[in-house]
């Protein structure tokens, strides 16, 4: 990708993460970094003990339970080391050496997430959609009430699939939502765990929000290093050691946006409206096809094929000279994938979707 | 800390980190949050795969290489989760669980690098200045040539010790550089492993710069979670997740403006100029005497009290009127701490001069 081959245009960023964020939360992130508040002070120099910055954290923590709905019942962390570092930090905590945890494989995290768990306990894989490249969201399985936990991806960024409802289990559901929370409204109460890397609907790259039951905690016969035990940053709401400041400052306006425009019911609304506009198009043009199941397809990360493969290049190229940014697909699915996450107006989506019946016209 | 208090005067910004950036740094990164290089998009929601940002990485590496003479016999990291996740993942991937590692005790970090370590292997606690509240760098020790390594903490940011000089031992010194990192020239090739939280000398909070032997690595018959490997981190670039993005880009930012300053050893000069002016008050000044022993003291954080500590609210008061900002001391020694990284003009240090002068003056 050249950001900026094509100065003229406006960019309608279809990045996959870290992606686009709100207009006005970039505007005032910015101006944070210049001079926070008047203080004189870049935001980028200040104490994370300062009480500047202390009512940040306080905030971040109060509009995610807000947002969320999230009960006391839950802690609500800000850490470091993105989603993979989740992925064992999480059976480092909650699965001893004889528990069983099983995992969904919906694609490249699961796969990573089923990794690390062996380190640490039992993992089950109980159900898999590598049989047609994930190309969708398994279902109809059984989890045992005495399994430690059920892990799946929330949404699957790489394979445009996302889960419309959560299995009914009586286990705790451990979820990596790095690419769908905040989109859409869910009953916290039905996990244990829930991961995300700010990078897609929350903020910029370099903070990752966990929420965690603490009722799940403490149960594991071993060892934990100190900055490993969600424990650590409960007790010491998040700053035992440095928060990553700025990541954490821009993540809360972004929290406010959301909040402004409605919340993530609104959220979900607009996310709705986009999709359908993109797999509307998807469906009728006669020189694209979805690469997901139908009734599995993401609200996020729409990805899509073409019939004739020696046309991609040519596509990507209009849809570059429209200032259209990121859609080139990932390897492993190939064709191209619009991201289109909170923050994406539908009036980017049309964009997109222009091309496409214009690139349709000129290649009939 | 109340970093609004006085807003018509021009701050000083002594705080122990994340602390003071170079102002010409903190220009480009405002304007980098609000458009970088007229893409029409923020750094902040941009790929960390473009071609762009993949320059950044490859500068900031070869930056850091070309600043602290880095030799390819190193690899050079940018993590995440700071010093203090260092303090684990330094004796995870190094210290098998049969070998020994010696561990200098020079306050707060070292012993919390102490206590972790001793989750892997033996750990000898070899020197300490607990004795006097960690006011010295203890020295006159022996390391046996069997150690796996010697671990120290080049500056402690809280007591205000620096090592003048490192000691003379055979085996690799792995060594917690958070706070004095590219503050002065050093031989990178007698350390093992070096890890640095960047909010001090080089960035905002939210990145950790690692730099370590290559041949230390993949010794120790355990297995290790794919992101605690430096391996990982070393085949991928840094790149294995998402990396932090922006602080990693302010950093660049950091390390250009040290290059185009002279270097380290122009900022050793700086440094050096700065202590002095403020100890040369600590010592003259009949209020004030200064907290770490004198052929130990450090020049980043100049640690102070006053002999009548009933006067030490009236002086921070005076200090923050003059916009002088973060200098209350860690509560673990009380008092002043005067943080004076590279950043730090000796302009800034003069204005603290001043007012310790003036009120020796008011109360004497």
Redesign the interface.
Known sequence: ????SV?Q???Q?F???????PAPV??E???A??D???????I?????????FVAVMEEAESLTRELLQVSDDYAVLFL??????Q??MTA?NLLGENDRAYYVNTGTWST?AI??AK?YGQVVEVASSADTNFSYIPKGYDIPADARYLHLTSNNTIFGTQYQQFPDVSVPIVSDMSSDIFSRPFDVNRFGLIYA?A?KNL?????TLVLVRKDLLGKVNR?I????NYETHIKKGSA????????IF?SMLTMRWIKQHGGVAAMAERNEAKADLIYQEIDRNPLFVGAAAKEDRSRMNATFVMHHTDLEGAFLEAATNAGC??IKGHRSVGGFRASIYNAMPIEGVQTLVDVMQEFARQHA
């Open positions: 990708m050249n950001l900026t100065d245009i406006k960019k960023n990045c996959s993460g870290p992606a686009i964020l970039i505007a992130a910015a101006a970094a210049a926070w508040n008047g203080s004189g002070l870049s980028l120099e200040i104490s994370h003990r300062s009480k500047e470091t080391g993105g989603a993979s570092s992925f064992y480092h990573k990794k690390e380190l890397g990078q903020g910029p790259a370099g903070v060892d290093p100190t900055m490993l035992f050691n440095t928060p990553p400041v700025y990541p821009v940014v990121g």
